[in-house]
């Protein structure tokens, strides 16, 4: 647990060298100077609104800074090396994704609080958002750990966040199909909008359950492929 919490802190201090709080800053004011101008009266579902751009905020602040430190790590040649420390990948995987929750809570509440006030429920904002930002972390390091540069993984990385995303045409009545209600991202989402909205118990129980099976599925994939791309590839 201390060599855990110590990743963690180094995360964070990585994380903040890189800039990815001052961009994740950058984003908060565009989004506000965005949507706060428009009517608050009642036209605009804003709550409806949040929970829909959380999806895709989030691609950012989890799935690709998970990839930039990830390509960051393999240039220098850490990622490698850690295979000969005393880290496990499970502890890597954790202090990676722990770390980038924690940037996500904070910019998603930011942004509530800046365009709605603080009309909403936070317990189901919070899980919400570490349920899937946590799921796009591992995610994140799941396709883009198998590349060796950021050209390589654009293009297929681009693909993977294209499908991510696509729960909210549902959530915006762009395309409505019960078949969104298979896909990882939707549990969260329901949770996210239950933040600002009522909804039905099943979709709680779907949201909750939901979330946590595919982010054990997104764990079980990332550290598949972390013995796959990175143990076996400095063995070898």
């Known amino acids: 647990m201390t060599r855990l919490l110590s ?13 990815f709080y001052f961009v994740s800053a950058f984003f908060i004011l565009v989004w506000v100077g965005f949507l706060r101008p428009l009517p608050h009266d009642g036209r605009i579902n804003f709550g409806l609104v949040l929970a829909g751009l959380m999806v ?13 430190m990830v ?32 940037l996500a809570l904070l910019e998603g509440t930011l942004l509530a609080i800046l365009i709605n006030g603080f009309n909403f429920n936070p317990l189901p904002w919070f899980a919400g958002l570490l349920l899937l930002s946590g799921f796009y972390t591992l995610l994140g390091f ?3 750990a198998r590349y060796r540069s950021l050209n390589e993984s654009l293009l297929p990385s681009a ?25 990882p991202v939707q549990p969260a989402l329901i949770l996210l909008r239950w933040a600002f909205m009522p909804v039905a118990p099943w979709e709680i129980v779907y949201g909750l359950l939901g979330s946590l099976f595919w982010l054990a ?10 013995n796959r791309a990175i143990v076996q590839k400095a063995g070898g």
């Open 7 to 19: 990743t963690v802190r180094w995360n964070l201090a990585l994380q903040f060298r890189y800039g």
């Open 56 to 68: 895709l905020d989030l691609t950012i602040t989890n799935f690709y800074y998970m990839g930039a």
């Open 71 to 102: 390509l960051l790590e393999k240039g220098e040649g850490t990622l490698t090396s850690l295979v000969v420390t005393p880290l496990r990948a499970a502890e890597y995987l954790l202090a990676k994704m722990l770390s980038l929750m924690l």
């Open 142 to 144: 799941a396709v883009i």
């Open 159 to 183: 693909l993977v966040v294209a499908v991510l995303v696509s729960p909210i045409l549902n959530h915006f009545g762009l395309w409505r199909s019960f078949i969104f209600y298979l896909h």
């Open 217 to 226: 599925v997104a764990f079980a994939i990332a550290h598949r492929v972390f």
